[in-house]
């Protein structure tokens, strides 16, 4: 399980952005997303910090790691 925030996130396009990018990264099972929090919880098999930043990046959003 990966879990982030993303700041940028202000409406439900740019939840609909991040949700579309992060379900075809492979081995991704389930992504849910609390557009109040700017929280993003990612699951899967395989998947890893680094590659769910990378894809959450390429919508021009700035993820940072959710630290509790």
């Not at 081995?27 to 990378?54: Q, S």
């Amino acid at each position: 399980t990966v879990t982030l925030r993303v700041d940028a996130m202000m409406c439900e396009g740019c939840v609909g952005a991040v949700r579309r990018v992060l379900e075809k990264l492979e081995g991704v099972e389930n992504v849910v997303i609390t557009l109040e929090d700017k929280k993003v919880v990612v699951t899967g098999t395989g998947i890893t910090e680094e590659a769910v930043l990378e894809k959450v990046a390429k919508t021009g959003k700035a993820p940072i790691l959710w630290s509790e």
